[in-house]
C-alpha cells in the first residue's frame, strides 16, 4: 500500500466521522481507491477494462470473439458492494477503522467487468446500488483471468 493510498483512506476515515452526506470529493476518494484494488492504479474506464482480471463470464466470452476494442464499448465497470454501501460501512464504523482495515475492504470488493445487458439485469432487478455480492450476482459467473483482456486479444 503506497502514501496515495494511505492519504485517500485516512481522507475518507476523516469524512466518515464527520459528514453525513458523500459529496463528490468522498465519491472519487472511493473511485480512485477502488481503481488501486482493481489494478494497482488509478485509471480510466476502457483502461481498467483493459486490464481488470475479474471478469463475467460473459464478457470474456465478448472478449474472444469480438476483440478489445468491442469489449471495451460493451462492458462496464461494476462493483460488487455499490460504493454507497462502502460509505455507509465507513460511516458506521469509522471511530474504529484503521487504514489496513478500510484497505482490506476495497481489495475484497475489486470491480468486475461485466457485460452492459449483466449490468442492466441488475438495475432491472432493483439491485443497482443494493443488494448483497450473491444476489446481484444471481445467475452472473465471475471469472479471475490468468491475464489481463488486452494481453488475452493477442
Aim: hydrophobic residues 35%; proline residues 3%.
Amino acid at each position: 500500500m503506497n502514501n496515495i493510498i494511505k492519504r485517500r483512506i485516512q481522507f475518507l476515515i476523516d469524512a466518515a466521522k464527520d459528514e453525513d452526506k458523500k459529496d463528490q470529493a468522498i465519491s472519487y476518494a472511493m473511485r480512485v481507491l477502488s481503481n488501486y484494488a482493481t489494478i494497482g492504479k488509478d485509471a480510466g474506464s476502457e483502461s481498467i477494462k483493459k486490464n481488470n482480471c475479474k471478469v463475467t463470464e460473459n464478457a470474456l466470452i465478448l472478449l474472444k470473439e469480438k476483440g478489445i476494442k468491442i469489449f471495451c464499448k460493451e462492458t462496464i465497470n461494476e462493483h460488487p458492494k455499490p460504493l454507497e454501501q462502502t460509505w455507509q460501512w465507513l460511516k458506521e464504523n469509522a471511530h474504529t477503522l484503521s487504514i489496513d482495515d478500510v484497505w482490506k475492504e476495497f481489495c475484497k470488493y475489486k470491480m468486475v467487468t461485466v457485460t452492459k445487458e449483466e449490468d442492466n439485469y441488475m438495475k432491472g432487478r432493483g439491485l443497482n446500488s443494493k443488494g448483497t455480492v450473491e444476489e446481484r450476482y444471481l445467475n452472473i459467473k465471475i471469472i479471475n483471468l490468468p491475464k489481463p483482456p488486452f494481453e488475452l486479444d493477442k
